[in-house]
């Protein structure tokens, strides 16, 4: 018999029952027999790292970005930390010219919190800017000279900088979108003097055919701000928790939002990458082509290298052939990419090799591919031709980026990887996103980890959207991808909540496009989707469907001046990886008996003439559904 008691300070487990305390009417306890909670059971990936003898856990640095050059330079001053072109310099070099443009960037009255707006390309000028403003503790806005000048006035709007650091060739436009905005100071950046002879006549022609007058803002060539700036920057203390940079994203809906990285998450995803990618300091030599103002070549270029003490390799711009000759000349170790890279430095390498067996790219181990999925097809060509192995990852802006990268030892065809260290991961069903799915099993995944993002800037309502709190104070992020997880851990995406379009790597939100092609004054409605394309991953397709549609004998001449116009519309207004490849005219847009858009079926490339046993061309009027459809390429 279990006598009552006052309180019980003991607990005794045997087996699946556990002694509990449980309160009776006379106000005592009675001790009961219940079975007990069952242990956690580790998930199947921490075994999987374990037989590969990665670590489970790492230790991270706490310090800030501007530290993590200091002692990079200090440990390997005399490497080589940037090629460029026939530029080297060595990371001593390096580090005295991130301190003199932090000193001029501190006499144009930057301060520690303030916000710098960044614009550039892939040049030794954004490496040098983006430390120097680290160096003063200010944050940098990492907009890109890609982005739309919409979004540009937005993101200008959001931060309220103080100053803009960009491309010479862009100042007319730049200079427009920045005009009665707080900007105060942009400090121009010119590229003619890496260029050859030639090139330079052409550089100087283009800034003379897009010259233009300056408005009240402070104008600075960046070459003359450096000459009487002071060679050491003002001391400023480190704080790891605050933000280092703002990196714009659509995140989980499409609506521009700013991610709010800080020094702790990015200096934690460098090291996490660091270690999976098998880093060697100051001996890796890291090939540049994706650009730094995204976040995924930001971290895995410019943060790792640095933190490795590695060489970055820089390429202003993508191009297949110049690609390889520095592969070839300057023998990289490792290349993060995206697959559409793969497709074409493989169809540069046939074409060379003229159905001879290309020679292997010398020291290249190493691949990551990330941004968009692998096709097994590619990496196993791309393997072939270079020797080198490329394996997929996965990583989200929100996340640093990298959350997931597959073992160069083990990789498996399909997945993204593994978690990387001391990244949680928990795949929730799709109904309630409250009950972890068993292996196998669809669910969206949520992450946690020390890369995880702070939260978006200005923007609590998102904020609350992305992240939340558990019981036990850990923040977890809604990542929007539906993915399964096998027996041993490897993550498998399969679809994508996020109405998102992923073009050569570069995220385009439909909802976006569509606002602009709805401004057009013939537009009734449109429908933005992709479609499998071979080399861009996806091709960006609007289908449209117009207000007064002309009589069919015109019809052709007034779709193709149409197209024309909201395909300039589009330029005017967005990035060019989002402008569509593809107009399709349609009758009216599908739509379910709610009438929400049937996108599913926008997705189906429209049924050719010739597939009907009629004669005529892609351009002729096809039926599909109901509707006539037409495509203008």
Known sequence: MIRPI??????????????????????????VMRPASPAPVEPPWLATLDQLGAPRSLVYPTTTLGRILDQSADRFGDATAIIYGDTRWTYRELLSRVNRMAGGLASLGVRRGERVLI????????????????????????????????????????????????????????????????????????????????????????????????????????????????????????????????????????????????????????????????????????????????????????????YSAATLILATRFQAGPTLELLREHKPTIFPLVPAICDALSNELERDADGAAPAPLEGLRLCLSGAAPLPEATAKRFQRLTGAQAVEGYGLTEASP??????????????????????????????????????????EMLISGPQVMSGYFANPEQTDLSLHRDGHGRTWLRTGDVVRYDEDGYFYVMDRRKDMIIRSGMKVYPARVEKVLSAHRRVAEVGVVGRPDPVH???VVAVVALTDPQPDRGADLDREQIATELRGLCREHLAPYEVPSLFEFVDKLPR??????????????????????????????????????????
């Open 119 to 306: 614009t550039l390309p892939n040049c030794p000028e954004f490496v040098i800017t983006f430390f120097a403003v680290q160096k003063l503790g200010a944050v940098v806005i990492n907009a890109g000279p890609l982005m739309g000048a919409d979004d540009l006035r937005t993101v200008i709007s959001m931060t309220s900088p103080r100053l803009a650091v960009g491309i010479d060739l862009q100042a007319p436009l730049l200079a427009h979108v920045g005009d009665r905005s707080t900007l105060e100071a942009w400090v121009w950046v010119s590229l003619q003097e890496y260029q050859p002879v030639f090139r330079r006549l052409g550089y100087q022609f283009k800034l003379w055919h897009h010259r233009n007058g300056h408005g009240p803002t402070l104008h600075v060539e960046l070459s003359r701000l450096l000459e009487r700036a002071p060679s050491r920057p003002p001391t400023i203390e480190p704080d790891v928790d605050r933000a280092a940079v703002l990196q714009p994203t659509g995140g989980t809906t499409g609506t521009l939002k700013l991610a709010e990285l800080s020094h702790r998450s990015l200096l934690a995803n460098a090291t996490q990458a660091a270690t999976l990618m098998g880093c060697k300091a100051g001996q890796e030599r890291i090939m540049t082509v994706l650009p730094l103002f995204h976040v995924y070549g930001f971290t895995t270029c410019l943060t790792c290298g640095v």
């Open 537 to 539: 991953t996806e091709t």
């Open 6 to 31: 006052d309180t019980v300070k003991r607990w005794w487990r045997n087996g699946e029952y556990a002694l509990h305390s449980q309160e009776s009417a006379a106000d005592s306890r009675l001790l």
């Open 592 to 633: 379910s008996p709610l009438g929400k858009l049937l996108k599913r079926e926008l997705r189906k490339p429209p049924v050719r003439p010739a597939e009907n046993g009629q004669s005529g061309n892609g351009s002729s009027t096809v039926s599909q559904s109901g509707n006539s459809r037409r495509e203008l390429g």
């Open 402 to 443: 990298v959350t997931h990268v597959n073992p160069p030892a083990k990789p498996r065809v399909g997945s993204i990887g593994l978690p990387l260290p001391d990244t949680r991961v928990r795949v929730v069903d799709l109904e309630t996103g409250t009950r972890d799915v068993a292996p196998g099993e669809p669910g």
